[in-house]
Structure formats: C-alpha cells, structure tokens
C-alpha cells in the first residue's frame, strides 16, 4: 500500500525569507502523481502544485517549487519570498495512475506552517 | 468557473440520527471522490464513483452509503451517527477516472452531539 510520510508537525518562517517543507512516500508504482495542497483556517483544500512521476523537471508555479527525488521518494515544497497569507497547513498527497489504484488522494499528515511579520 | 458545490456547509445532529451530505461536482466531471477530515487530521478516502459506478472504497463505516445519480451528483448517506462521526466531509470531483486533478469542494462540517 502507498503512504505519505511528513516528519515537520509544525514550521515556522520569517516573512520574505523562504521555507523547505519536507515530504517521502512509499509506493512500489512508477507512474503517479504528487500535490501539495494548502488548507488555511477556512478549511478550503486549495491545490498550489502537481508533479507528474515521469517528468524529470520539477515543478514550479510563481513563488512555489518541488524538489522531487524520484529514486529516494522525497518530494519537498520549498516557499520562496513567503507572505502572511502562506500561513497554513500543507498536505502533501500521492495519486496513483492505475486503474486498480482509483484516482484516490493518499494525504500526509500536515504540516502547519506559520509566518512570522 | 464553476467549481465543486456541497450542501449543506454546516450539520448538526444528534447521536443515532441520520445525515445526507451532498455533492455536485463540476459539469461535465464524471468522477466523485469522498473523504473525511476529522480534527487535526489528514482527510482520509471514504468511497469514489466514476460513471455513476463506485470505483473504489476506502475506510467507509458500513452505517454510510453514497449513490452517484444520472446527472453526476453524489450523496453521502450516514445512519446511526455517532460522536466520532464528527468531521469535515469533502467531496472532490475530477473528468475521467484518473484525470489529472481533483478538485475540491468547500465541505461539509458535521456535528454530531
């Protein structure tokens, strides 16, 4: 069975300063995908990156980034310039791509991330 | 956009009572996901339907059943509730079975007391 492992129950970080928030799964699939969703106190799950497995090239968007490790199943968010409205906890979640896997999210157990002004 | 839509957003029941969360999924999406989120913990899958069939099932009670309807939306239908059941339901819908992203609705907060 696949699981998602976060050590870091809690981070912390100085606004404008960056942020790596770790992340390793266990799987025995090569094909899959990877997220790294924010849920603020408002308990919205909202998206902020997606890493496919075959692509080699990590994923970036704006102030976000991966370091995806494939051969160490270590898939780290790194928070670059970080801002009050970061403050939150991150989830990081696998997605198989085998039909026998469902689509289903397997989550992490959060990180919750605080931003010091 | 129009995005994933649950109701209700708030529920409050007593215990042995029954519940009905439901989910209408983005149009033209053709796959549910289900999961609770229980107090300071990851959301865990409950129950999937791709094509109004169940696709998969994950630590789903045997007192809640889910049923995805002709025109894609989903109920979520928990009996005998108990303390513990308590929690915030998300439902998530994505195009085709494995389609790249799921995206989520804003839940569904049960109370049960």
């Known amino acids: 069975a696949q699981t998602v492992t976060q050590s870091q129950p809690e981070m912390s970080v100085q606004e404008a300063e960056t942020v790596t928030l770790s992340c390793t799964y266990d799987?025995?699939?090569?094909?899959?995908?990877l997220f790294w969703y924010k849920q603020p106190p408002s308990r919205q799950m909202i998206l902020v990156i997606r890493q496919e497995a075959y692509k080699q090239q990590n994923a970036t968007e704006n102030r976000f980034s991966v370091n995806f490790q494939k051969a160490a199943k270590s898939f780290s968010l790194k928070i670059s310039d970080s801002q009050l409205g970061d403050a939150a906890m991150y989830f990081c979640a696998y997605r198989g791509r085998s039909y026998n896997q469902g689509g289903k999210l397997i989550f992490g157990q959060g990180t919750e991330l605080s931003v010091k002004p | 956009a129009a995005g994933v839509i649950q109701s209700p957003r708030h529920l409050i029941k007593e215990k042995r009572e029954t519940a009905t969360l439901k989910c209408y999924p983005i149009p033209r999406h053709d796959t549910v996901y289900w999961y609770q989120q229980g107090p300071g913990q990851d959301p865990q899958f409950l129950i999937s339907f791709y094509e109004k069939m169940q696709s998969d099932k994950g630590s789903i009670p045997d007192r809640f059943s889910a049923q995805q309807f002709s025109d894609y939306h989903s109920e979520l239908n928990m009996s005998s509730l108990e303390l513990g059941d308590s929690a915030l339901y998300f439902c998530?819908?994505?195009?085709?079975?494995?389609?790249?992203?799921?995206?989520f609705g804003q839940g569904t907060r049960l109370t049960v007391v």
């Open positions: 799987t025995s699939e090569s094909d899959y995908y």
């Open positions: 998530a819908s994505s195009l085709g079975g494995l389609g790249t992203e799921a995206f």
